[in-house]
């Protein structure tokens, strides 16, 4: 589950600030300008990488022509000189991608990305891997390149081998390799067909585990893991696909909450695939492998064994020529809570291991050596990410919110003094990094609520050494004729029903004296995502609400991420509760604003957004004007099991939590004005549950307004169809909301 409209809507701008140069006369933004070419974020790169000698620094770069669409370029460090590497328009084939590989776009949220979406740079710095509609190319830094395959089916998971003597990819259900210096491609794994995958990974590691790939190279390429997953326990769900020029249906095997999972395996086997080795994942086969590792010299594999509770974490250290594993370390929830899956954690030359716990109640680095465990970081904060080891000077990089919890840092610690934190980073910011191998420079992007996204290079200090995307705001930047009527984001607190501290932005138009405005209140409210109240840029769509008149408003309530884990464990087995209270909450504050018309709140919001704009009409009537669901979970006993079991439990042992969670059940509660939204080939969120929804409206007379798009999965965006969302969108509030007279209120009594 995740935020889709953030990815979808709320793109991200780039500058070094908002200029100080404002043109006198603004321009008006439309729909068609927030969607359209070139993208208002001007140019963001992404997948930014050093190469393995320092001197390039690649990216991806959407075209100004069509935003959706990236080609690999290259900056050379030294010079600043710029340059294209491969034209994706030029040397890709057109040809349509294989429905495996739009699936795993799907899962990795970047299912409307053409062009060249990943690369891969092979280890002598001299050729880069991109993959490319469906096959696979060598690009030279020269600007050649040349095509490795050439054959349907497609090759998922492509990567150069670590000593750069293969390129390893997944075709047909099975692991293949191709010398790099040439030749004919071989597979490695044969055993691949029907139900049964090698090299990949199952659907709830790609949707929920952020686990992408299902195979693993030794540091010195004498062995690759690999996963091997069998689909056949798994469920049958037959799933409709309807287009607007067809109707396909699909026999999708999808585990959901309480039905089997994917029977998975490990083996450690050759390059060529011979003498593979079981791994010993235990005696209960009912497990999720949740991630694999090398040590750095290869003498033994790390790997994440997860209980089907995710209660329980288990680090085994694995022989990889016996398969046989021993237990390092075990992590356990408490009764009531959960494991959040990290990787923010580092096996380590000397033996060592940095890992992410949330033991202490707040996610913090530990070093875990010779079975002791020292605590490297301290507090009621918590730590997001790791980004660099430099081993040679016992030296971690890593972000989080130690200094606001609006705000993500970048901090180092060194492993000799425990919680003496350094930051690296200004105040102000919402920052990412990645840094080389060697921890020696610092790939940074940052953004606030006045600066769109910009990138920068620094060295180990956090010192600046040079602009990668400075994107400065300035006359001829797509958003430059726009800046005049950008409107500041505003934040501050309120207290939940329990006394709890909520944290909460908003954006308002020019405030008028005496007027009343109505209120676009966003909200998504799910655990296991990143927080949406921050001190981020929220892009342009934000801004075009404003200029319309509309005051934008959200809330990041319990359950919610980056607050510790008593923050979110007022989800567990209650999901649909604390959420619809916090956010009510929010609406009696925004409501009691001067400037604000009480009776014109609108709520919005999609996935798990969707079905929390349900719950909150059918548990909190008459408090919001009207809402929107975009692609709502309507029973939980619908989605996968690795998300919905986290938080809900087996609904064989916890019917009860089901039971009141759902949102269907109760659709004829609503009596305020519903536009639910759902896209009809949605393999995620299937579109059942908008259909039980319409279903139990319907049988009981509740009016509501509905549009569903056809072939369009959980995200529903792109050109054209993006602009027809939010026109449906803004159309709909606007009649129900905005536009509607205001009511006639008696006059309050004297105290």
């Known amino acids: 589950m995740r935020a889709w409209m953030l990815a979808m809507a709320l793109a991200s701008v780039g500058s070094a600030a908002l200029a100080a140069d404002v043109p006198p006369i603004s321009q008006p933004l439309t729909l068609d300008r927030v969607f359209g070419n070139p993208d208002l974020s001007g140019t963001q790169p992404r997948a930014l990488r050093l190469s393995p000698d320092g001197t390039l620094l690649t ?35 057109g040809a349509e991608l294989s429905e495996a590989e739009k699936m795993q776009r799907e899962r990795a949220r970047i299912g409307g990305s053409k062009g060249i979406v990943a690369y891969d740079w092979a280890p002598d710095g001299k050729t880069i891997l991109v993959p490319l509609d469906g096959d696979l190319y060598l690009a030279s830094l020269d600007g050649t390149t040349r095509k490795l395959t050439d054959t349907p089916g497609g090759a998922l998971n492509p990567v150069v081998s670590p000593g750069g003597r293969y390129v390893s990819f997944v075709r047909d259900q099975n692991l293949w390799a191709i010398p790099l210096a040439g030749g004919a491609a071989r597979a490695i794994t044969t055993g691949g067909a029907g139900t049964v995958h090698f090299g990949e990974a199952e659907f709830v590691a790609q949707e929920e585990m952020d686990r992408r790939t299902g195979y693993w190279w030794s540091p010195d390429e004498a062995h690759i893991a690999v996963e091997r997953f069998d689909d056949k326990p798994v469920h049958v769900f037959t799933r409709t696909a ?61 790997v994440q064994r997860e209980s089907r509770d995710q209660k329980k974490l288990e680090m085994l250290r694995v022989d990889p020529t016996t398969g046989k594993s021993v237990v390092l370390f075990t992590e356990k929830s408490g009764a009531k809570s959960w494991l959040n899956l990290s990787d923010a954690y580092r096996p380590l030359k000397n033996g060592g291991l940095i890992w992410r716990s949330e033991r202490d109640g707040y996610g913090h680095l530990y070093l875990f050596a010779k079975g002791r465990w020292t605590q490297l970081t301290k507090g009621k904060w918590v730590v997001t990410g790791l980004v660099g080891v430099d081993e040679a000077k016992g030296r971690l990089f890593f972000t989080g919110n130690k200094d606001d919890v609006l705000e993500q840092q970048l901090y180092s610690v060194d492993i000799a003094h425990p919680n003496v ?21 610092l790939i940074v992007s940052r ?18 050494l040079s602009w990668i995307n400075e994107n400065a705001v300035v006359a001829g930047h797509p958003y430059y004729p ?15 029903k329990d006394g709890t501290t909520l944290y909460y932005e908003m954006i308002t138009p020019p405030l008028v004296p005496g ?30 609400l404003v200029s319309q008149g509309w005051i934008f408003f959200q809330i990041d309530n319990r359950g919610s991420y980056n607050r510790g884990k008593a923050f979110e464990d007022h989800i567990y087995h209650a999901m649909g509760t604390v959420e619809v209270e916090d956010q009510l909450a929010g609406a009696k504050f925004v409501k009691a604003l001067p400037f604000v018309d009480p009776d014109k709140v609108a709520t919005f919001g999609w996935s798990y957004g969707g079905y929390m704009s349900l719950k909150m009409l059918e548990k909190t009537p008459g408090v919001y004007a009207a809402a929107v669901s975009g692609a709502p979970v309507t029973d939980w006993q619908l989605y996968d099991t690795h998300y919905t079991e986290r938080y809900l439990g087996d609904p064989a042992k916890d ?28 393999d995620n969120v299937f579109l059942d549950n908008s259909l039980k929804v319409v279903a139990r409206m319907q049988a009981t007379d509740t009016p509501f307004e509905m549009m569903f798009y056809p072939g369009y999965t959980h995200r529903v965006g792109g050109p054209g169809i993006s602009e027809h969302l939010w026109n449906t969108i803004l159309n709909f509030l606007d009649a129900k909301v905005k536009d509607k007279p205001a009511m006639a209120r008696a006059p309050r009594p004297a105290r």
């Open 59 to 93: 990216a991806l770069r959407p075209r100004a022509d069509e935003r959706e669409r990236l080609d690999l370029w290259a900056t050379d460090t030294r010079t600043g000189a710029e340059r294209m590497l491969v034209d994706s328009r030029k040397v890709g084939s």
């Open 242 to 302: 309807i287009g607007a020029s067809g109707t396909k249906v699909y026999d999708q095997r999808y585990p959901a909450a309480g039905t089997p999972n994917a029977l998975v395996e490990l083996y450690v086997m050759k390059p060529d695939g011979s003498t593979p080795v079981k791994v010993d994942l235990g005696t209960d086969p009912d497990i999720y492998l949740a991630r694999v590792d090398w040590l750095p010299d290869g003498s033994a594999l790390l």
């Open 421 to 441: 934190i350094t930051k690296l980073t200004e105040a102000g910011w919402w920052n990412g990094a990645t840094m080389d191998a060697a921890a020696s420079r």
């Open 447 to 464: 953004s606030s609520p006045n600066q769109p996204t910009q990138s920068y290079l620094a060295d180990a200090d956090g010192k600046r």
């Open 482 to 496: 726009y800046l005049a009527s950008h409107q500041p984001t505003k934040f501050g607190t309120l207290k939940a």
């Open 515 to 544: 007027k009343k405005y109505p209120v676009f209140f966003q909200h998504y409210g799910g655990p296991g995502t990143g927080q949406q109240v921050t001190r981020g840029w929220q892009g342009a769509l934000p801004q075009y």
């Open 655 to 682: 019917p009860q939590s089901y039971a009141t969670s759902q949102a269907f059940q109760d659709a004829n509660l609503i009596k305020d004005p519903l536009l639910l939204i759902h896209g009809m080939s949605d």
